[in-house]
């Protein structure tokens, strides 16, 4: 994982996320990461993420 983007419908739900966060991510090799606010598609979604990541030859199948 090298860099997640986060789009909150409101940043009143950052803590919560942000504890998700640290449950979920990795604590010896974090990627970098951005979370702003704004209104997203559907007033019914709270969260929208975007992940990039790669994968180094021969990790094929892990």
């Not at 860099?3 to 009143?12: K, P, Q, T, Y």
């Not at 979604?45 to 994968?55: F, P, S, W």
Request: charged share 25%; proline share 5%; hydrophobic share 45%.
């Amino acid at each position: 994982m090298l860099m997640i983007h986060i789009w909150l419908s409101d940043m009143r739900y950052f803590g919560a996320m942000n504890k998700a966060w640290n449950h979920w991510i990795d604590k010896e090799n974090p990627p970098a990461r951005t979370c702003v606010s704004g209104e997203l598609h559907r007033p019914d979604i709270l969260v929208e993420v975007v992940a990039t990541a790669a994968r180094t030859a021969g990790t094929e199948g892990r």
